[in-house]
């Protein structure tokens, strides 16, 4: 008993070391791609330093990188599985008795713990960081961040005491309730422009919106400034938390009362149920990406074709990715509930490798 606590010890820790060097890679190309999108979007600001962008590159990078996980998983447990079969190691197992249940069974065990630690921790500090990160682009670029993508194009519709207004924002921080670099088309009851306002900043308050440094463009007029404004919008924290939240900033404890919020409000809640599931999926999730790579690392380095295996169990991981995807954007679109949506192709995937490594086993 001893001396197989000591074996699993060792293959987990070989699946560990392994899925944690594929992860540091995975994070070096994440932090260095978004760092190249942040050095473009610097040339239109004037005061940002390097370390400036360094540091929101930083708290970027942990929501990007929740993304890779299953893929670092994947390509980690292929690189554990290979290099126990390079050393024969996997060999002397099979001879000592053990089934590819057995010593894969450790690799599940580290699969469903980072899963469970990435939901349970990562997940609220990566969503933390990525808020934050939102708040230090609006702030240090001025607003010359990226554009919200709400209602029609970039634009939000609104209505209000005064009439119906249009609105734009070049960033959005606190979920939607702050925006900076402000641009409002104002018209009146019946439908005719007013006037244009360009506010550096926007706060959502409760019935209004409170703006700051604000220029007012009418036809015909001088442009007037005022260091406040007030809008008035209809528009209340569920519908913009709706419209132009980014699912990155909220954590998977926050997710089910977001959910129950739009729901009450009779908003559309897809996404954040669909986000809801694949955090409540992941473990399994992981499971499946050590069951994939057993599918494609169990050969022999004396058969040879090892390339061909790892390439197919690469392939293999990026068509399984695809299909997630699919799979999400059909329950975005309603046509599935969230729960079939996400957890359906991670099941196919179990059972397609769990028969996979079968036929291999028993034949």
């Not at 070096?28 to 473009?40: G, P, T, W």
């Not at 609220?124 to 990226?146: C, D, H, I, K, V």
């Not at 939240?245 to 977001?258: A, C, D, M, N, Y």
């Amino acid at each position: 008993m001893f001396r197989a606590r000591t074996l699993r010890y060792y293959i987990g820790r070989r699946f560990a070391l392994m899925i944690a060097g594929a992860l540091v890679v995975c994070m070096a190309l994440i932090f260095m791609v978004d760092m190249i999108e942040l050095l473009r979007q610097a040339r239109s600001a004037k005061t940002v330093t390097m370390g400036q962008l360094a540091f929101i590159g930083f708290l970027r990078l942990h929501a990007f990188t929740e993304i890779l996980i299953p893929f670092a998983v994947l390509v980690g447990s292929i690189g554990a599985l290979m290099s126990l079969s390079r050393k024969t190691e996997l060999a002397v197992m099979r001879a000592g008795g053990m089934s590819v249940w057995q010593f894969c069974r450790p690799g599940f065990t580290v699969a469903v713990l980072i899963g469970v630690i990435t939901v349970v921790l990562y997940n609220p500090f990566a969503a933390a960081s990525m808020a934050r990160a939102e708040r230090l682009m609006a702030t240090t670029f001025g607003g010359q961040s990226q554009s919200i993508t709400a209602g029609d194009g970039n634009w939000l519709r609104q209505d209000g005491v005064d009439g119906p207004s249009v609105m734009t924002a070049n960033a959005v921080s606190d979920r939607g309730l702050t925006l900076s670099g402000v641009t409002i088309y104002q018209y009146d009851k019946k439908g005719v422009f007013v006037e244009q306002l360009l506010a550096r900043r926007g706060v959502l308050q409760d019935g209004y919106w409170e703006l700051s440094t604000v220029s007012i463009v009418r036809a015909g007029q001088e442009p007037e400034l005022h260091n406040a404004y007030y809008l008035s919008t209809t528009l209340d924290r569920a519908r913009i938390l709706n419209a132009l939240s980014s699912i990155h900033t909220v954590s998977v404890f926050e997710l089910p009362g977001v959910i129950d919020l739009a729901d009450k409000s009779q908003l559309p809640s897809a996404r954040f149920k669909i986000q809801y599931e694949m955090l409540l999926a992941r473990p399994l999730l992981l499971v499946a990406m050590v069951l994939l790579a057993a599918t494609v690392s169990l050969r022999s380095f004396r058969q040879g074709g090892i390339q061909t295996m790892v390439s197919t169990g690469i392939v293999g991981g990026v068509g399984f990715f695809l299909l997630t995807e699919v799979s999400r954007q059909v329950g975005l679109a309603g046509l599935v509930p969230a729960v079939v949506a996400v957890w359906l192709p991670v099941v196919i995937a179990c059972l397609f490798a769990t028969t996979v490594l079968l036929v291999q086993e028993d034949g």
